[in-house]
């Protein structure tokens, strides 16, 4: 589990971006062990990430094959502001519909009406929960 040291700025900085950033890059590995990287939703929880997933993309089946994920936030454009975590990531098939998760529905509210969705709507499509464990952290 991830260690964060928020009396730190970096620690705090951290956990404000992932309490308060819509999007985060998720990095799988695919069959042939390239990269993939895919921008994502998400909610943390203090300890680990929720995000969700439409069925049978390769983002859950790379998880299938490997577990071990990285993830990141952009940086500010100048070189600053990087977070990069790793860990491991899981199907969690105990984790309620997105529409039941009542912070992920207030911190996705206006991203369902950009597209268009409700949160019903989007937890039919997006019926996978995924778990996330970072591990470690890097970045300046």
């Known amino acids: 589990m991830l260690d964060l040291d928020l009396s730190t700025e970096f ?7 992932l309490r308060e950033e819509r999007i ?10 390239t990269p993939q990287p895919s921008p994502v939703w998400f909610l943390w929880d203090g300890a680990q990430i929720l995000m969700y997933s439409q069925p049978d993309t390769p983002k859950i089946r790379n998880i299938a094959r490997n577990s071990r994920i990285a ?6 454009g100048r070189g600053g502001n990087i977070i990069v975590m790793t ?7 105990g984790a309620p519909p997105a529409n039941q998760v009542a912070d992920y529905v207030t911190k996705y509210q206006e991203g369902f ?21 970072p591990q470690r952290l890097r970045g300046h």
């Open 24 to 33: 985060i890059w998720l990095t799988t590995m695919g069959a042939d062990n």
């Open 87 to 93: 860990g491991t990531a899981r199907v969690d098939t």
């Open 113 to 133: 009406k950009r597209i268009q969705v409700t949160p019903d709507g989007f937890a039919q499509s997006y019926s996978v929960p995924i778990r996330i464990i």
């Open 71 to 76: 993830l990141n936030f952009d940086g500010d």
């Open 11 to 17: 620690g705090a900085r951290v956990d404000r971006r």
